[in-house]
């Protein structure tokens, strides 16, 4: 599995856009970019899965450059209730062994 | 919601106690895992079941014992456990089998160990 890197935490207000990039220099050819979500005392959450270039669902939009040794989870207007712990992963989509990190800590204030 | 219920919420036991948790999801998926995540740790991968047969143990300690009578139904037997094992344990379940990195987690049990 790819290690990736994200920020520890990031800081934002309600409705502001927070972006989260996220590095894999290591990102082999099959590998998909997946990222999860989790509220405390709650289980991760699947937000969205892309391989290249731009992909967007309800929740989020997720970016991903030419060279894919990079990406960047996009939250449109955060309200106070998307503070939560977020988490990229990076590996095959048939991989069911997730490689869950420590995630990035969004905080969002009123 | 995702279909994905665990019960109980929270549980607190002695070392000498068993217990088990529960885990239920009738989204008609085929693969369910156990993980467990400590304060300040990642998710680790303990348990996983394809179609109810396991078909991984990461080195997990015998003290925890996983059964799954059916494709809907995961269960973890807990004896003599210790206080390092507190913990939220986390049951998911994959659509796809073992060929899915989306699975659905369950709210977690809150496990604390005296």
């Known amino acids: 599995l790819a290690k990736t890197t994200q920020p520890i935490s990031m800081d934002s207000y309600e409705g502001q856009e927070v972006n989260i990039t996220c590095s894999h220099n290591?990102?082999?050819?099959?590998?998909?970019i997946t990222w999860y979500q989790q509220f405390p005392s709650q289980g991760p959450r699947f937000i969205i899965q892309?391989?290249?270039t731009k992909v967007t669902n309800e929740v989020a939009s997720l970016f991903i450059p030419a060279d894919r040794k990079s990406s960047t989870l996009s939250l449109p207007r955060v309200s106070l209730s998307d503070t939560a712990v977020y988490y990229c992963l990076v590996g095959e989509s048939s991989d069911y062994k997730l490689s869950f990190g420590a995630g990035t800590t969004v905080t969002v204030r009123a | 919601e995702t279909g994905v219920t665990q019960t109980p919420r929270h549980l607190v036991m002695g070392m000498t106690n068993k217990k088990s948790l529960k885990c239920e999801q009738h989204l008609g998926h085929n693969a369910m895992y156990w993980y467990k995540q400590s304060a300040k740790k990642p998710l680790e991968l303990m348990f996983v079941?394809?179609?109810?047969?396991?078909?991984e143990n990461n080195s997990v300690p015998s003290r925890f014992s996983p059964e799954c009578p059916n494709s809907s139904h995961l269960f973890l037997h807990l004896h003599t456990l210790q206080p390092e094992d507190s913990a939220l344990y986390l049951c998911a379940s994959s659509p796809r089998g073992l060929k899915d990195n989306e699975q659905f987690f369950g709210p977690g049990t809150r496990l604390t160990v005296l």
């Open positions: 290591n990102i082999a050819t099959n590998d998909y």
């Open positions: 079941y394809n179609f109810k047969e396991q078909t």
């Open positions: 892309g391989y290249k």
